[in-house]
């Protein structure tokens, strides 16, 4: 079992920059591809960012590529999404999310566990 702890949102400019944590407790972090999804009112839960366990690998959703980092402290069972340039169509509910697997998926079926997600807000 593994507890996730989304922090971090709030409200920001567009423009702006903003940074979410995720606290993990349980089973050994280290050994859980971790993962950002997100989910904006009325919209499906989709694919922001992954990175593997095993050689840090990270994936990134077409929208967010460039503008978004994911990154993880294993020393601290964290993963972070450092988030620059935000735009009002990045307003969502925030989820972080992690698979037992090595290689990072954008397949939000393949994650096993997940936090209670974090609202960010973008205004125009």
């Known amino acids: 079992q593994v507890q996730l702890v989304e922090s971090g949102g709030g409200l920001v400019q567009a423009g702006g920059s903003m940074r979410l944590s995720c606290a993990a407790s349980?089973?050994?972090?280290?050994?859980?591809?971790m993962g950002w999804f997100r989910q904006a009112p009325g919209k499906e839960r989709e694919f922001v960012a992954a990175?593997?366990?095993?050689?840090?690998?990270?994936y990134y959703a077409g929208s967010v590529k460039g503008r978004f980092t994911i990154s993880r402290d294993n020393a601290k069972s964290t993963v972070y999404l450092q988030m620059n340039s935000l735009k009002p169509e990045d307003t969502a509910v925030y989820y972080c999310?992690?698979?037992?697997?090595?290689?990072?998926?954008?397949?939000?079926?393949?994650?096993?566990?997940w936090g209670q997600g974090t609202q960010v807000t973008v205004s125009s």
């Open positions: 349980g089973r050994t972090f280290s050994m859980y591809t």
């Open positions: 999310a992690a698979a037992p697997t090595s290689m990072a998926s954008m397949n939000r079926y393949e994650y096993r566990y």
């Open positions: 990175i593997s366990w095993s050689i840090g690998a990270t």
